[in-house]
């Protein structure tokens, strides 16, 4: 079915800035609310964005609010996550997921309720 791939991840300076791509392919991205969340060693998994189909709302996890901004672009079947001002509690592993619109419970947060996952890109923040 459908395919996501991160990239964008790398080695950034505390205070720098980075930004994440997904890019779908098997299917069309204006069908699914996306979102973005990460995973530290040693941590459970964390929701740390999302968007709906039409990029109409937003919402995001406190610990990255107001520092990042998530946006999409249907045209080119791609979701971004543009990450400023980072810090060292930042570094982790960013997965992108696809929440179908058309049985979307917009429970963002729910990780059971996303259909699709990406392999993850490693973002490393130095102090």
């Known amino acids: 079915q459908v395919q996501l791939v991160e990239s964008g991840g790398g080695l950034v300076q505390a205070g720098g800035s980075l930004r994440l791509s997904c890019a779908a392919s098997?299917?069309?991205?204006?069908?699914?609310?996306m979102g973005w969340f990460r995973q530290a060693p040693g941590k459970e998994r964390e929701f740390v964005a999302y968007?709906?189909?039409?990029?109409?709302?937003?919402y995001y996890g406190d610990s990255v609010k107001g520092r990042s901004t998530i946006s999409r672009d249907n045209a080119k079947n791609s979701v971004y996550l543009q990450m400023n001002r980072l810090k060292f509690e930042d570094t982790a592993v960013y997965y992108c997921?696809?929440?179908?619109?058309?049985?979307?419970?917009?429970?963002?947060?729910?990780?059971?309720?996303?259909?699709?996952w990406g392999q993850g890109t490693q973002v490393t923040v130095s102090s």
């Open positions: 997921a696809a929440d179908f619109k058309y049985n979307s419970r917009y429970r963002y947060l729910v990780q059971e309720d996303y259909n699709y």
């Open positions: 098997g299917g069309t991205l204006s069908s699914y609310n």
């Open positions: 968007i709906t189909w039409s990029g109409g709302s937003t």
